[in-house]
């Protein structure tokens, strides 16, 4: 029977730190070599057996699990922040963090990152984040400008500053000052790049969405567009990775958590952890369901709210789990969306306490 090791890498841009613990945790192996696949690799091929590999999750973890998986046995991305607090104990250097998460992965305490599998699907996901950062960076220069223009009494919001003519007014009104002037006039200038940028990458995630059939299916869900299909298509990458829906809603921020210590109450609240954008994803395409009406997911909103006298925001979360479970469901069976079959979807006992 061939030996197993367990190897960490802590990793910098210039070098790694690689540390292989044996089964008995002996470390076999502590070398320092270039941040390159062959050179990573290189050092590796010394260590006989099965090799299971792990790292942190980080800029350069897609890059090296993409890269590194052929030539180990197991590769395992782990969540840096579960290792945070055992990091930091006693002395700490680059070889100790390696021993450390090597030993981890002995022990099997590490929790793996789920990694793209493919360099196609690494890119669209960057691509979706781009645009959506550009989202974010236009919104932020259209509060800085009407926040300047506040500062001198002056009260509009970003669509009136859009109109050319409006704008000449609102700029008549400010004080002869012609470094105010330039200055509101700079942020201007980049809000409207950010808008032509927005506009560009929009139609490019549209023509890109319409290229992936399951983006095609999620499209036909209440609430959802072509961005936000594709964005949960991305974030998701495969509908295999969760053992439950109540895993998926966790990841997607909108799950629950148990709280119990001895005899005292046993409490539930909302999982802190999560994955952000997909949160705010899943609650705008609830808001926008149960506005539009006339769907399953509106009838089941107002069913709460009216019915069970829950909280608009508690009925919400429960329309946004509602529709993470959906999407899950077609993803893995490969169905169409059908509206009859909704009303089965997430029943209220297994959906309140939000």
């Given at each position: 029977m061939s030996a197993q090791h367990f190897i960490a890498l802590d990793t910098h841009c210039e070098f790694c730190v690689m540390v292989a613990v044996s089964k008995t945790g002996?470390?076999?192996?502590?070398?320092?070599?270039?941040?390159?696949?062959?050179?990573?690799?290189?050092?590796m091929e010394g260590i006989r057996g099965s090799r299971w590999l792990t790292f942190e999750e980080g800029p350069l973890a897609d890059w090296l699990a993409r890269n590194?998986?052929?030539?180990?046995?197991?590769?395992?991305?782990?969540?840096?922040?579960?290792?945070?607090?055992?990091?930091?104990?006693?002395?700490?250097?680059?070889?100790?963090?390696?021993?450390?998460?090597?030993?981890?992965?002995?022990?099997?305490?590490?929790?793996?990152?789920?990694?793209?599998?493919?360099?196609?699907?690494?890119?669209?996901?960057?691509?979706?984040?781009?645009?959506h950062d550009r989202v974010r960076e236009r919104v932020r220069q259209g509060h800085q400008l009407v926040a300047q223009l506040r500062r001198h009494g002056i009260f509009a919001t970003i669509r009136e500053v859009s109109d050319a003519e409006e704008r000449r007014q609102l700029w008549k009104r400010l004080p002869a000052r012609k470094v105010l002037r330039q200055d509101?006039?700079?942020?201007?200038?980049?809000?409207?790049?950010?808008?032509?940028q927005e506009a560009q990458l929009r139609a490019e995630l549209v023509r890109l969405a319409r290229r992936e059939e399951p983006v095609r299916r999620f499209e036909k869900l209440p609430g959802f567009g072509w961005i936000r299909s594709l964005t949960f298509y991305v974030c998701i990458d495969t509908p295999a990775r969760f053992p439950s829906k109540s895993a998926l809603w966790r990841y997607c921020g909108i799950g629950l958590e148990r709280r119990h210590s001895g005899s005292g109450p046993q409490k539930t609240r909302l999982a802190h952890s999560g994955n952000r954008r997909l949160?705010?994803?899943l609650l705008g395409a609830a808001k926008s369901a149960t506005a539009h009406g006339d769907n399953p997911f509106a009838d089941k909103y107002t069913y709460w709210t009216h019915t069970k006298g829950m909280l608009p925001t508690t009925a919400r979360r429960n329309v946004a789990r509602c529709l993470a479970n959906t999407l899950w469901s077609l993803w893995k069976t490969g169905s169409q969306y059908d509206p009859a079959h909704v009303h089965g979807v997430g029943r209220p006992s297994d959906l309140t306490h939000g």
């Open positions: 002996r470390i076999v192996k502590q070398q320092r070599c270039a941040t390159t696949v062959p050179a990573i690799v290189a050092a590194l998986r052929p030539h180990v046995d197991r590769l395992l991305v782990c969540d840096p922040r579960r290792n945070a607090l055992i990091a930091k104990e006693n002395d700490k250097d680059d070889p100790i963090d390696a021993e450390r998460l090597a030993q981890l992965l002995r022990g099997g305490y590490l929790k793996e990152v789920h990694q793209a599998q493919s360099l196609d699907r690494t890119i669209l996901k960057q691509h979706v984040g781009f645009y509101l006039d700079f942020v201007w200038e980049v809000y409207e790049i950010l808008c032509v949160k705010n994803l």
